[in-house]
């Protein structure tokens, strides 16, 4: 997509949710990945996508059928793997829900939000991006015995501000709008996180 005048930085994702989403930013930021503290811990639905102003009243009805038709599915992350030396990221494997991840994000990128990726979809969680092949090294082996688990009940909306940061403006809960009081967004399990 082309820059447009006015045009707002999005984002789609399914959180991470605390005490694991926290954790992870903090590791990220030991590593010396510099925009760990602008990014929230996630796994991509919708990479950033520029909009226009009129555009974003679309999106959030195409996003709320999307949710609508939605349901709660088990999520969980054990491992880490890399995309070197394509890109030098190490990221967490997502070992459950992947599937569903990816029919997800096929949903959400439909519609007014069509649009192609650079590279096919892969659910996973960043925890180290572009920075030396040392610090990288140690994110993929400190993080290996990393497992975390919890039930995603949605997805949300972010923005990214003119200061590179990401802020959710929005949730989604999965399921009819009238479901939406007795569908949990996030239950975090009683999986022991291992570091």
């Known amino acids: 997509m082309g820059s447009t005048v006015g045009a707002t930085t ?6 991470v949710p605390e005490p694991y989403g926290r954790l992870l ?3 990220r930021t030991s590593f010396g990945d510099p925009a760990a503290g602008a990014i929230p811990t996630h796994v991509t639905l919708l990479p950033p996508t520029e909009v226009g102003p009129a555009e974003l009243p679309v999106f959030g009805r195409h996003l709320e059928r999307v949710a609508a038709e939605g349901r ?5 992350l054990e491992g880490t793997e890399t995309f070197r030396p394509l890109t030098p990221v190490v990221y967490l494997r997502v070992a459950e829900g992947g599937p569903a991840c990816a029919e997800l994000q096929e949903r959400v990128r439909s519609g007014p939000l069509c649009r ?3 590279f096919p979809y892969h659910p996973h969680v960043t925890v180290a991006h572009g920075i030396p092949d040392d610090a990288l090294d140690r994110a993929q082996a400190e993080l290996a015995g990393f497992a975390a688990g919890w039930t995603a009940g949605g997805f949300a909306l972010y923005v990214q501000g003119e200061d590179g940061v990401w802020v959710k403006v929005r949730d989604f809960p999965f399921g009819p709008p009238d479901e939406h009081p007795a569908v949990p967004q996030q239950q975090v399990s009683r999986t022991p996180t291992r570091i």
Do not use: H, K, T, Y
């Open 25 to 27: 930013q903090e590791r």
């Open 116 to 118: 192609d990726l650079q």
């Open 10 to 15: 999005i984002g789609v994702s399914i959180a």
């Open 72 to 76: 709660p599915f088990a999520m969980r």
